[in-house]
């Protein structure tokens, strides 16, 4: 008889684990509404998101695949579809890395990191005011 209880229970509990997997999953593709990937061939790496007034996205990160050295600050601004808008590097020779981003009261954009090309020392701090366009300003 206890056998057969303990049978009953896992076969329960197993029931449960399946269903909540469907469920998870099912709900997880109702939620993703886009899935996008940027980069080249190299390393690419994003640090930080934000959304942005426009209700698109600005992503700051680092780029190996294209720019002026090594490893370049990388800014990507994304529409609401998660489309490319326009992306711009930031950079010399060697290391250059982007670590956050925000978006500044006049609609353009500050990034935080580190450099290597610049500065007087092997890294030190950069920071960089960009227009709402990305220019430098």
């Not at 469920?23 to 942005?52: H, P, R």
């Not at 996205?57 to 490319?84: C, F, H, M, P, Q």
């Not at 670590?99 to 580190?114: S, W």
Request: aromatic share 12%.
């Amino acid at each position: 008889m206890r056998k057969v209880i303990n049978f009953q229970l896992i076969v329960i509990v197993m029931v449960l684990v399946l269903i909540s997997f469907y469920c998870i999953g099912y709900a997880a593709e109702e939620i993703l509404t886009w899935d996008k990937t940027f980069g080249g061939i190299e390393v690419d790496m994003a640090n930080s998101i934000i959304q942005t007034e426009d209700g698109g996205y600005a992503v700051a990160g680092y780029t190996w695949s294209k720019g002026a050295g090594r490893e370049d600050a990388w800014l990507i601004k994304l529409d609401e579809n998660g489309d490319v808008v326009w992306d711009k590097t930031f950079g010399g020779s060697n290391e250059d890395v982007a670590r956050c981003i925000i978006q500044a009261e006049d609609g353009g954009y500050v990034l935080a990191g580190y450099t290597e090309s610049k500065g007087a020392g092997r890294y030190d701090v950069w920071v960089i005011k960009l227009d709402e366009e990305g220019n430098l300003e």
